[in-house]
């Protein structure tokens, strides 16, 4: 496959090319590396694509997870509790884990166990292969990178997702870069408010 475009949220490209550049050549060769015809194994079922061999994202996720682990990219998990007040949310929200816990209980509330975890981490750049539904990209960039960056746990994230050239020959429902790029900008130029770098890719 191929990067067909890149967008730089607060700068975060050329954070990477002048602060991290051997990361960026590792997401770029892992790109190169997936082979998308051999990820051309999903019969549709749709009415409107009847018979028709489509992109598999479970095959072209499972490429870029072999890709990334040989090059010691790691899942990663942030854990924290939470309940149902806003004011005790916010006054815990920076505590570690287990402090958060206790802090809750000691005010009669009940603590509840989250996580937000993220595929690929290193170095403090995070990635994220969205090839899932396009309600889960909103996910990635507003909550998940979000987290990670306000936790101080990335100063990146990146987001790989589908040009519409590619996502037309996947099912329905999948997300695609045009489309999320539109969804970014539209929030203006700080929101999210966490550097990211959006990748439209393509065979």
């Known amino acids: 496959m191929r990067i067909a475009e890149t967008y730089s949220h607060l700068n975060e490209r050329e954070y990477l090319l002048v602060h991290k550049r051997n990361l960026w050549d590792e997401i770029q060769e892992v790109v190169a590396a997936v082979d998308a015809s051999k990820c051309r194994l999903k019969v549709s079922k749709e009415k409107t694509k009847q018979g028709e061999l489509l992109f598999s994202p479970i095959s072209m996720n499972a490429a870029f997870k072999r890709l990334f682990r040989q090059r010691s990219w790691k899942e990663n ?13 916010r006054k815990t929200l920076t505590l570690p884990p287990e402090q958060q816990k206790r802090e809750i209980i ?22 994220e292969v969205q090839f899932g539904k396009y309600s889960f990209v909103a996910y990635d960039l507003f909550v998940k990178h979000l987290a990670f960056y306000v936790g101080d746990h990335i100063d990146v994230g990146v987001e790989i997702l589908p040009m519409k050239s590619l996502q037309s020959q996947m099912s329905s429902g999948v997300p695609y870069y045009e489309s999320e790029l539109y969804n970014v900008v539209r929030q203006g130029r700080g929101v999210p408010a966490v550097p990211l770098v959006l990748l439209g890719i393509e065979p």
């Open 77 to 89: 998990r942030v854990s924290y509790w939470v309940t149902r007040s806003e004011k005790l949310n």
């Open 106 to 127: 000691a005010c009669g509330a009940t603590a509840i166990y989250s996580y937000n975890q993220t595929d690929f981490i290193k170095e403090r750049v995070a990635v």
